[in-house]
Every structure is written in C-alpha cells, then in structure tokens.
C-alpha cells in the first residue's frame, strides 16, 4: 500500500503521513487539471479565439482528490491491511450451501421482475411516458448482459481473453442489416443467419491465435476487431462506410403484425389503441429477454457436457488439458465460434432496434465495456455478469440524470463529460472491494457423488 499503512500495524494511524500523502496527490491533480480542466477555449462572435480561466474549478477538484486521498490513506488503506491480515477461518460448507441458495433465490425473484418490468413502468409512468425506462434501462441493459452471458464463454468459461469481441456483434449486425434491405428477408430469417455468419467468423478468427495465449491472444483479438471496423469504414460500396445502413427494416410480430405506422397490419391500429412507439420497445424488450434467457440456458447445458467441462480445463491448465488428450483446437474454435454466435444474434437485434448502424457504434470501447462486465461479475458467473450488466451500464444510464449538479457548478456543466470518470471510479472501486467479481462462489461442473459450491477464495482467480 504505502507508508500509511505501515506505520498502522505500529501505533496507530499516523495522520502527518497521510496529510503528506494528500498534499502531494492534490498538488500533482491540480498539476493535470490545470491545463485540463481549468483553462478553456471558446469562440466569441467575431470568430475569435478567447481563453477562458477556469482554475478555480480546477483547484476545486484538486482539493477534492487530496482530501480523498487523505481519507484512503488515514482509514481505508489501513482497514484493508488489517483485514487482510487477519487470519479468515475457511467458510464452511453450511455458509456456502446458504450462499448458493441466496443465489439461486435471488434469480428467480430477478427473473420474476423481469418479466414484469414493463407493465410496472407503464402503470407507473404511462405508455407514452414509459419509452425511456423500457428502453435505455429495460432493452439497453439487456443487449449488454447477453454479449457478457456470451463473452463468458470465452474469458470466463474457456480462459481466452478476447478483446475484439465487438468484431462480432458488428457482424451480425451488419448481415441483418445488408440481407434485410437487398433481399428483404425477415427478422426471423435473418437472426439465425446473422449468428451462423459471426460464428463463421469466430473461426476464421480462432484459427490463428491457436498457440497464443495470454496478452499476445489479447493483442491479435484486439487487431482483428479494429480491421472489421475500418473495412467497415473504406468499403463504401459493401457497407455505406462512415455514413452507415439506415432504413433497417423493423421486427415483426412473426409476421402476423407490424409496428411501421403506414402498415395496414399495424399493432397498434388492430387493437384499437392509440399511436406510439412504446409498444415496439415493448415488443423489443421481451425479444431482448428472450434471446438472453436462450443464451443463458444453452450456456448453462454446455457448461454440464464435455464440450463444457473441457473449456475449463483448459482455463485451469492448458498443457495438462492436452496432456489428458482432450484436443485443445477443436476446444478453443468451438468456445470461439459459439460466443461469437451470441454476439452475432445480439448485433442483429441491435440493428433491428436502430434501424441503422454505423462503424462508430463498435468501436473498441464496446470491447472494453463488454469484457469489463464479465471480468466485474466474476469470470464464469452468469449471476455475476448479469448483475455487474445492470451495474455499469444502467449506472452510466442514470449519470445521464445529473441536472441537479448545474446548481452546483453553474449552467454550463454537462455531466455527460464526466460520466467516463465516474465510470472509471466506480470500477478501480469495485475492483478493490471485490478483487474476484461480484460473484466468486462457483459450482464445479463435474463432482464426486454430490455437488458441493465452492469458495472462490479456494481456487484460482475466482474459477473453480
């Protein structure tokens, strides 16, 4: 930690350290901040270029990371050593049945809000008034727990750190989006196509990186995402380039009634009820909740097979995984091909929802996102992503909300510039409080007689 925390073990916490340790953190902030934040250009109506001298709200910033390191290293870091320190007795295998049973409660209950979420906003806010809600809270959050839910089969189930995992989503987006419009083909058509085309490119993506590991297989998935999206960007003729797909044809409720407004089989017109979008995302959202329910489930069922227990063995050890004669290739293509399956079926429904798509909407920060919710959940926990999917991405919804923050640093504060801050705090946060995911208990697949959950403190990096 630092000196702080050394002089605790001691006698007590030594405050002049840790005033020390404040001065010299808000110093080198306000050395950041300064040009940063406290010193902006702004054009005026001659079209001239003034300089406008923000640094008190740079020193206010400033002063507020020295106190907040002050307080880390005064209490927190302290706590954290002795707590560290303190010798843990093993959990018992009564704590831990209790905790998988919380858990497995704890699911249903959530599965059960769920399915109810939509008719609770729209009896609490109204149909017109409940877009927002189904949306960016209902529909938004749920694209983001599938890609984790098939992200995991690669990071936290196979052990492959997969950082171009967006390549994918942009595929099945984009063959939605092309076969749709050129062929007119339906959505029902399409998502299983969609899939099958990004699966096909987990292969060809897989076949490469067969002998690496580690940070050199994170570097070649990182290029191969950046490629699909600059072909994306030049090929004007195949993908419209930077200007995108857009007229993206809707979902259908299988055919038998749509939701454009001149159809004559319209939604909202056969049932005699007024015009609006809310029963599209309505629509869109138990879709969404559908396909991630599948993902789970077939997951799940993967996980109990050889298939299964072969990517986890060879997470734990790849050199004693071949040496057992399990055929690591045919391993790593297979969870490759599958989870790029998922982010395939996710990227069509995502275009479908647009109605248009472009390359700035799968760039590397999709990646990040994606792998940062299976590596916050806990890699290999389904509960553990899907939790930590509500955590990250409704949080950066609701920071959307911050108006009330202008009264605080004037009109001209936008909290949307802020909100990537916010987000990186939440995570060293969370990351620091719960090393091992939100989730690290696990449920081995293969056991003796009976299935016993294991702590993740037991096994390596919370798998197990």
Known sequence: MNSAVKSNNGAGIDFGRALKDGVIVAIIAFALLGPLVGLKTDQNMSNELILQNRLGLAAVLSAIVGVGRFLLSAFVYPWVAARGNRTKAAATLAELEARAKFAKGLSVTGLIFLFVYPILIISLFGVQGSIKWVDNYGVQILIYVMLGWGLNIVIGLAGLLDLGYVAFYAVGAYSYSLLAINFHLSFWVLLPVAGLLAAFWGVILGFPVLRLRGDYLAIVTLAFGEIIRLVLINWKDFSGGSAG????????????????????????????????????????????????????????????????????????????????????????????????????????????????VSPESFIFMESAVIVAIVVLGGMGSMIGVALAAVAMIGGTELLRELDFLKKVFGNDFNPDQYRMLLFGLAMVIIMVWKPRGFVSARQPTAFLFKRKTVSGDLVKEGHG
Not at 307 to 334: H, Q, Y
């Open 245 to 356: 797909i857009s007229s993206i044809p809707k979902v259908t409720m299988f055919g038998i009634y749509s939701f454009d407004v001149s159809a004559p089989n319209n939604f909202a017109k056969a049932f005699h009820l007024a015009a609006s979008s809310a029963y599209y995302k309505v629509f869109l959202y138990y879709l969404i909740l559908l396909l991630a329910l599948l993902t789970a489930f077939i997951t799940m069922r993967l996980r109990r097979l050889p298939i299964g227990r072969a990517w986890e063995a060879l997470r734990e050890d790849e050199v004693a995984c071949r040496s057992l004669g399990i055929n690591t290739t045919n391993t790593k293509l297979t969870a490759f091909a599958i989870g790029a399956m998922f982010g395939g079926f996710a990227g069509s429904f995502f275009a479908a929802r647009q109605g248009f």
